[in-house]
């Protein structure tokens, strides 16, 4: 297992930017591991927001695509989440997980984005 903690939540007006950050710790197998951003709003399930490979592949949800961006820095462990032209919908929990071999390997604790004019 590996313990993860996302930072960088807070609240913005539309069209402004947030980079969260997740750093883990604990594992001696970070740059192995699929990093995946997840959110949750209130009433709605958890949904995939992006993730990258151990070679730094990206993958996004239509709904971001073009405005977030997934990084990650191995020497850092940590995984990055840009998110630009923030709209009130992305307003969410957002949550920070690794994989391997198609399990999950650990979940951060959540950091709240609001976006509010």
């Known amino acids: 297992q590996v313990q993860l903690v996302e930072s960088g939540g807070g609240l913005v007006q539309p069209g402004n930017s947030l980079r969260l950050s997740c750093a883990a710790f604990g594992s001696i197998f970070f740059t192995s591991y699929v990093m995946v951003w997840y959110r949750q709003s209130p009433g709605k399930q958890r949904e995939l927001v992006a993730d990258?490979?151990?070679?730094?592949?990206?993958n996004y949800a239509d709904t971001v695509k073009g405005r977030f961006t997934i990084s990650r820095d191995n020497a850092k462990n940590t995984v990055y989440l840009q998110m630009n032209s923030l709209k009130a919908e992305d307003t969410a929990v957002y949550y920070c997980?690794?994989?391997?071999?198609?399990?999950?390997?650990?979940w951060g604790q959540g950091t709240q984005v609001t976006v509010t004019s």
């Open positions: 990258i490979t151990s070679g730094g592949r990206t």
């Open positions: 997980n690794a994989k391997s071999y198609g399990l999950t390997r650990g």
